[in-house]
Each structure stands twice: as structure tokens, then as C-alpha cells.
T-cell receptor
Framework: KAGVTQTPRYLIKTRGQQVTLSCSPI?????VSWYQQTPGQGLQFLFE???????NKGNFPGRFSGRQFSNSRSEMNVSTLELGDSALYLC?????????FGPGTRLTVT | KQEVTQIPAALSVPEGENLVLNCSFT??????LQWFRQDPGKGLTSLLL?????REQTSGRLNASLDKSSGRSTLYIAASQPGDSATYLC???????????????FGKGTKLTVNP
């Protein structure tokens, strides 16, 4: 079974731009969660989608948004990028209790 | 608000040593706890999942325990090897108000170095 895939793996953007990251879950998994990892804050929950609906959202500004498609693939979008958005963005899929993580997208904002 | 703490933040041991990583959490209402491994610049690899009704799980040289009443979990690594060098993260899972959804609250991790 293929694991969770994320594209792109690396991204460099400038302040003020927007970015879209993609996540393909493990086949059969309907829940996709997104996390941001930074050296200072560690791993923080962004949001979770299940059957195309956002079920839960973390404490991030509205510049961070996401969506899920009917095939369970998910995208997250960050608008008006700030330097502090530089981070490793991880998505995870789950079918029940255990979450499986992708390799992440490393976003650098200059 | 759930807080997860991992001690120590870093650990360096010689190859072959048995070791214990500690994780404590403030909210005992977790319904499971997961231990992950993260190699530099990579994603997370799930090591062990302990349901709230369980007390421990084992996989190979790894054994994880959970004590909800005291808010603690430990990850025991037997006969450590240089390939075990990585950051180990624990995370407590919570159901949210939407029901059925969950989010993981992570500790900051323990960076383990096993020296040959």
C-alpha cells in the first residue's frame, strides 16, 4: 500500500505571495490532517478534513485554509505569506485511530 | 488545554545501552497516545500506538507504556543501535467537539544519538 504523499517537497516563496500544498492520503483513508512544524513551536495542528468537510481547526489565522476533494486528496493554501510561515508542513491520513504522516513540504519564505 | 512534555530534550548513549524516553501530558482525557520517530528533515514514522484502555504495546526492541492516571508514557528502547538515532515524539490524541475527529497534541521531542 502506498504511503501518504505530499507535493511539492520543497518550495521557496517571497513575502506576500500565496502557496498551495497538496497531500494524497493512503488509499481508503478518509481523514486528512495538516500540521505545521517549526523549531520554536514544534508540531502544531492546523486542520482536519473528513469526507470533504473541515471537522476541526487549530489556532491559525484565516490566511491558512484547506479543502478536501471527493477522492480524499487534500490541499492547503497559505495566502499573503509571512517570514514566520517558513516551516515543514506535514499531512497525515487516518482510517481509524492511527495517523500516518507524509514526508512533508519544506516551505521557505524570503 | 493539553500540554505534552518530553524529557530529556536530548540524550546521547553508547551503542547497546537500554534507554527510556519520557512523555507527560496534562489532560488525561486522551483516547490514545502515539510514539513517532523523525529523522532530520523527514516526516514522522509511527512506532507504537497505545489505546487509552491499554497499558503497553511492544514492537521488536521497542516497548511503550501508558499510565493515564499519572499522565505519563514511556518509550523503552532495548539494545540501542546507531540506526536508532533520531528525534522521538509522543502525541496524545483527543476527540474534538465535532465528534469522531481527532487532533494530535505533540511534545517537542527527545533527540537521541546512539554512538558506535
Amino acid at each position: 500500500k502506498a504511503g501518504v504523499t505530499q507535493t511539492p517537497r520543497y518550495l521557496i516563496k517571497t513575502r506576500g505571495q500565496q502557496v498551495t500544498l497538496s497531500c494524497s492520503p493512503i488509499s481508503g483513508h478518509r481523514s486528512v490532517s495538516w500540521y505545521q512544524q517549526t523549531p520554536g513551536q514544534g508540531l502544531q495542528f492546523l486542520f482536519e478534513y473528513f469526507s470533504e468537510t473541515q471537522r476541526n481547526k487549530g489556532n491559525f489565522p484565516g490566511r491558512f485554509s484547506g479543502r478536501q476533494f471527493s477522492n480524499s486528496r487534500s490541499e492547503m493554501n497559505v495566502s499573503t505569506l509571512e517570514l514566520g510561515d517558513s516551516a515543514l508542513y506535514l499531512c497525515a491520513s487516518s482510517s481509524w485511530d492511527e495517523q500516518y504522516f507524509g514526508p512533508g513540504t519544506r516551505l521557505t519564505v524570503t | 488545554k493539553q500540554e505534552v512534555t518530553q524529557i530529556p530534550a536530548a540524550l546521547s548513549v553508547p551503542e547497546g545501552e537500554n534507554l527510556v524516553l519520557n512523555c507527560s501530558f496534562t489532560d488525561s482525557a486522551i483516547y490514545n497516545l502515539q510514539w513517532f520517530r523523525q529523522d532530520p528533515g523527514k516526516g514522522l514514522t509511527s512506532l507504537l500506538l497505545i489505546q487509552s484502555s491499554q497499558r503497553e504495546q511492544t514492537s521488536g526492541r521497542l516497548n511503550a507504556s501508558l499510565d493515564k492516571s499519572s499522565g505519563r508514557s514511556t518509550l523503552y528502547i532495548a539494545a540501542s543501535q546507531p540506526g536508532d538515532s533520531a528525534t522521538y515524539l509522543c502525541a496524545g490524541a483527543h476527540h474534538t467537539s465535532q465528534g469522531g475527529s481527532e487532533k494530535l497534541v505533540f511534545g517537542k521531542g527527545t533527540k537521541l544519538t546512539v554512538n558506535p
